[in-house]
C-alpha cells in the first residue's frame, strides 16, 4: 500500500457503507450478492469490471485517484475484498493468489524463535510449509489434537505467538471448539487464526466466535466452480490488516484482476449453493451410515459424530464434505473411487460438482501408513466432496461403484 493511498476513501468507493453496523446489517443472502460491488456510475454495467492494468495514471506526481499499481491495489481486488470481509462480519480483507498465499502472510508475522500450536491433522499443504519452509526459519511447531483443550492449553509455551487451527478438518471432519481455543490463545497473548475454507462465512464466522484472524482458500466453496486459485485474510484488527496489506504489496502473491472477478461471481451463489451442498451431504451421510459395507461415516451432522454438538453450536449448517471408511481393502476402495460416473477422482473440493477421492493413496500419501493408521486414516477411506447434482443420481452412483468392487 502507497503511504499516500486513502485507503478509506478507496474502500468507501466500492463498499456500501450502510452494511456497516450490525444492527442494519443485510442478510448474507443479500450482502454476498451485492457488499462491494455498486453499477458503474457511468455505464450503470451492473458486474464489477476486470480491470486489466497494472498501472494508473497519476495527476501530478504522487497524485493519484486511489490506484497507482496494481500489485499494491486493483479495483477488482478491492470490490472482492469488501465482498469477502462482509461475508465473514470483519472490517478488512485481504485477498491472494491462493489459499498458501494467505497462510503465508500469517506465518510473515512471525520471527524467528517463535513457536505455534496447530493441529495433527491440519491440510497436507499447510503442514508442508509449516515444516518444510517455516521450520527452516526456526520457527517451532506444536501439532495437537485440538478436540481436546487441556492437550491445546498445555502445548502453549512462552514464545508461543500463533494458534492455527482448521474446523471441520480433512478428512475426518473433527469439529474444534473455536470459542474454547480462540479463549486459550488470548490468555496467552497469542493470535487465533483459524481456516475456515471448509465451512465458509455461511455456516461459520470464526470472527464472532473470538478468533483474530480467518484464512480461506477462494479456490474452493467461495469460488465455488472449480475454475480459479485464491486465498484471503479477514480480520478486525486494523494493525494486523495493515501488516497483511504490507506484506501482500510486498511479498507481491496476489490475486490477477480475472481471479478476482470469477470469485466475486462465485461468492453471489454461495448461499444457494451451500443450502444444497449441506441438504445432499446430509442425505448421503443418512444413507452411507446405514450401507452394510460402510464401517464409519465421518460427518458432522451426524447424531453419531464426536463433534455434533459442538458443530450445531457454532455452524449454521453441516457442510457439504463427508468421509466413510468401507469395510475393503486398499485396492478395493481404490477400484470404488475409479468407478463412480458422476463423482470425479479428483482432489480439491468445494465446486458444484461432485469429487470423491481416496486419502491413503492421494492427498495423505505423504504420511507413513503406521502413522496413518494411528491418526484413523485407514486403507478403506473415501472422501467425498458433495456437489449440487440431483441426490438420487449421486447416491446411485456410490451404490453402483460400491457394489461392483465389493460384490
Ligand atoms: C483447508 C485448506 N486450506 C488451504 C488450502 C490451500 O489452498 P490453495 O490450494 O488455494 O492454495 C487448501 C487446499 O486444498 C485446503 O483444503
Known amino acids: 500500500m502507497a503511504d499516500d493511498r486513502d485507503e478509506d476513501e478507496v474502500r468507501d468507493q466500492h463498499y456500501d457503507p450502510g452494511t456497516d453496523s450490525d444492527s442494519d446489517r443485510l442478510q448474507i443472502e443479500t450482502r454476498s450478492i451485492h457488499a462491494g460491488q455498486k453499477p458503474d456510475e457511468e455505464t450503470g454495467a451492473l458486474m464489477t469490471p476486470i480491470y486489466a492494468n497494472s498501472t494508473y495514471e497519476q495527476d501530478a506526481p504522487g497524485e493519484h485517484r486511489g490506484y497507482e499499481y496494481s500489485r499494491t491495489g486493483n479495483p477488482t481486488r478491492t470490490d472482492l475484498e469488501a465482498n469477502l470481509a462482509s461475508l465473514e462480519n470483519a472490517d478488512y480483507g485481504r485477498a491472494f493468489a491462493s489459499g498458501m498465499a494467505s497462510i503465508n502472510t500469517v506465518l510473515n508475522l512471525l520471527e524467528s524463535g517463535d513457536h505455534v500450536v496447530t493441529g495433527n491433522d491440519v491440510y497436507g499443504g499447510t503442514h508442508r510449509i509449516f515444516t518444510q519452509v517455516y521450520e527452516e526459519y526456526d520457527?517451532?511447531?506444536?501439532?495437537?489434537?485440538?478436540?481436546?483443550?487441556?492437550?491445546?492449553?498445555?502445548?502453549?509455551?512462552?514464545?508461543?505467538?500463533?494458534?492455527?487451527?482448521?474446523?471441520?478438518?480433512?478428512?475426518?471432519?473433527?469439529?474444534?471448539?473455536?470459542?474454547?481455543?480462540?479463549?486459550?490463545?488470548?490468555?496467552?497473548?497469542?493470535?487465533?487464526?483459524?481456516?475456515?475454507?471448509?465451512?465458509?462465512?455461511?455456516?461459520?464466522?470464526?470472527?464472532e466466535l473470538g478468533a483474530d484472524v480467518v484464512s480461506h482458500s477462494l479456490t474452493k466453496y467461495l469460488g465455488g466452480h472449480s475454475d480459479v486459485v485464491g486465498g484471503a485474510l479477514l480480520t478486525n484488527d486494523a494493525d494486523l490488516d495493515e501488516r497483511f496489506g504490507f506484506y501482500q504489496n510486498s511479498v507481491g502473491a496476489t490475486p490477477g484482476p480475472f481471479d478476482c472477478f470469477l470469485v466475486l461471481r462465485g461468492t453471489k451463489t454461495l448461499p444457494v449453493r451451500m443450502d444444497r451442498h449441506c441438504e445432499n451431504a446430509r442425505t448421503i451421510a443418512g444413507w452411507l451410515d446405514d450401507h452394510p459395507d460402510v464401517d464409519r461415516v465421518f460427518y458432522p451432522g451426524l447424531e453419531s459424530h464426536p463433534g455434533h454438538e459442538i458443530a450445531a453450536e457454532q455452524m449454521d449448517d453441516f457442510g457439504g464434505m463427508l468421509s466413510f471408511e468401507l469395510d475393503a481393502t486398499l485396492e478395493q476402495a481404490s477400484e470404488v473411487v475409479s468407478n463412480t460416473e458422476v463423482f470425479t477422482l479428483a482432489e480439491s473440493l468445494g465446486g458444484v460438482e461432485s469429487l470423491i477421492e481416496q486419502p491413503a493413496p492421494m492427498t495423505h500419501a505423504a504420511i507413513p501408513r503406521e502413522e496413518r493408521l494411528e491418526a484413523g486414516l485407514t486403507d478403506g477411506l473415501v472422501r467425498v466432496s458433495v456437489g449440487i447434482e440431483h441426490v438420487d443420481d449421486l447416491i446411485g452412483d456410490l451404490e453402483r461403484a460400491i457394489d461392483a468392487a465389493l460384490e
Open 139 to 207: 520457527l517451532e511447531f506444536s501439532f495437537v489434537d485440538m478436540t481436546d483443550l487441556e492437550a491445546i492449553e498445555s502445548a502453549f509455551r512462552e514464545e508461543t505467538e500463533l494458534l492455527w487451527l482448521e474446523t471441520p478438518t480433512n478428512p475426518l471432519m473433527s469439529i474444534v471448539d473455536i470459542e474454547g481455543a480462540a479463549e486459550i490463545a488470548h490468555e496467552n497473548d497469542a493470535i487465533c487464526a483459524i481456516d475456515n475454507t471448509f465451512a465458509t462465512p455461511y455456516l461459520q464466522r470464526p470472527l
